[in-house]
C-alpha cells in the first residue's frame, strides 16, 4: 500500500488506508514501529466490509520529525490523531492500537469517546506504566549510535508476506529519531491510565498472544479486569507473541470482524 499524507496541526503524518466498506477502522502503531505495522491484517480484512486507515505517528516512516523529546509521549501522540481525526472528518470508528498504541487510544479514548464507536487494545503495553532499569538510557543511546534499532527478523519458516514485511519495518525503525526512543520509554513508564478504564462506556476488546513476553499476559489480563464488566471483552490468541497483528494477520483480522459484528455491524451499501 502506497502511503497517504495529512496535515495534522503542525505536524504532516503519513497513513495508509485500504478498503471501502461501511465499518471504519482506524489502526495505531506502537512504540520503535511505524502504522506500516498494520499492512498484513489491513490486506486481510474484506476491503467491502471495512475501511481501514493505519497513521504513522510523529516521528514514524515517513511522517515528520520534531526536535523536541516532549513531542514523543503518549499525549503527543493522541493529540496528534485528534488533529488526524478532525482533518480527515473521521466519526464513528473502531479504534485498534498496539503496545505502546494501546496507551495512545486510551487516552484518545478517554478524551474523546464521543468519536468512538469501539475500542481494541492489542498486546497493549502496561496501562500502569513499568519501572525502568538502571542504565537504560545509556544502552538506548548505544544501539542508535550503532543503528542497532531494527525489528526483529521474522521467525524460520515464515510466509514471505510476514518476511517482507518485518524488513519494511526494521528501514522505517532504523530511520527513528532518538528522541522519540528516549521520550517513548520515558512515557510509557509514566503512564497511569489503568485507574480510568472504568470510566470508558464503549465496547473494549483486548487482544493478547499468549506466548508475549514484551508485556507478558498478566499485564494483558490487568488491563481487560479493570473495564466495565458489561463492556469488555477478551481474547487470547494462542501461539502469538508481541504482535498478532504481525504474527498471525489473519485470525487476528477473524477477531476484529467478529467484535465489530458483536458490536453493530453496518450494512455494505447496495451494489457492493
Known sequence: MEGKFVQAGTVRLQYFEQGYGPELLLLIHGYRSSGRVWGLTQQALDPARFRTVAVGNRGAGDSDRTALESDYTIESFAADFHAVVEALGLRDFTLVGHSMGGLTVTRYAIDHPETIKALVLVDPAPLNGRSLHDGWEEAIRRDFAAGNLGEEAAAAGAPPEVVALRQALAADIARNPLERMLAGRRSMASVRLRDHLDSLRMPVLVVGGDADTTVGVDNI????????????????????????NVEQAP???????????????????AGV
Open 221 to 244: 489480563l490487568a488491563e481487560y479486569l479493570a473495564l466495565p464488566r458489561e463492556t469488555r471483552s477478551l481474547h487470547i490468541i494462542h501461539g502469538a507473541g508481541h504482535s498478532p
Open 251 to 269: 485470525q487476528f483480522a477473524e477477531v476484529l470482524d467478529r467484535f465489530v459484528t458483536r458490536t453493530g455491524a453496518k450494512a455494505p451499501a
